[in-house]
């Protein structure tokens, strides 16, 4: 079973469909729920599926950013999952855990990514962009926000809809599809990063 540790700062929609999905139950195992934000909707999903919840911060109860590379590693994480997280993974785990770290980001990247490009800042702006299309990335995660390399994304139409909230909504569906998918990839050692590109088998 692939070990993951799913990082979240708020709603958790992506960690319930991962928690959800049918095809990842004899591969997966949810380890630890982690979180910049202790009382976040995600620590309740989490909860309700017993798995274990970890904040990550400075005070005393936390797991601080400069313990957190041993920490997963003493839970033995395979997979770390980005899922609407919002702070800056510390070098020390990207070295630590390098082609093991992954992030959903809701739109097509490399457009519309980078500090600051979370949430409805997303899709506001690509509804004043005019593009066509929008959709959902899975890229690998390094330094720097949303830079990785795009291991599989999807598209949806959006030329008929009118308001970020709508692209928001149609986005957030293909999102719970594409991160399962990614996940079990992974799970089956399907998932090839070469130098300058990441395959992913059939
Ligand atoms: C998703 O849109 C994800 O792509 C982005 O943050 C949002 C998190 O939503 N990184 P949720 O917490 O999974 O519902």
Request: overall charge positive.
């Amino acid at each position: 079973m692939l070990r993951v540790a799913v990082f979240v700062s708020g709603r958790g929609s992506n960690l319930q469909a991962v928690l959800n999905s049918p095809k990842l139950k004899n591969l997966v195992v949810v380890d630890s729920v982690i979180s910049d934000k202790k009382n976040c909707k995600a620590f309740q999903i989490a909860a309700d599926n017993s798995v274990a919840c970890f904040s990550l911060g400075n005070d005393k109860e936390s797991i601080s950013y400069s313990g957190l590379a041993d920490f997963l590693k003493s839970r033995n994480i395979d997979l770390i999952v980005l899922a609407g997280f919002l702070k800056l993974i510390p070098d020390s785990v990207i070295k630590e855990f390098k082609n093991k770290i992954i992030n959903i980001h809701p739109a097509l990247l490399p457009a519309f990514g980078g500090k600051g490009m979370f949430g409805m800042n997303v899709h506001k702006a690509v509804l004043n962009s005019s593009v066509k299309e929008s959709g959902a990335t899975v890229h690998l995660v390094d330094e720097t926000y949303d830079t990785g390399q795009i291991i599989a994304q999807r598209k949806i139409d959006i030329s008929d809809l009118n308001s970020a909230e709508a692209i928001a909504e149609h986005v957030l569906k293909i999102e719970h599809e594409l991160l399962p998918f990614v996940i079990e990839k992974f799970a089956t050692n399907k998932i090839l990063v070469k130098n300058n590109k990441v395959d992913v088998l059939q």
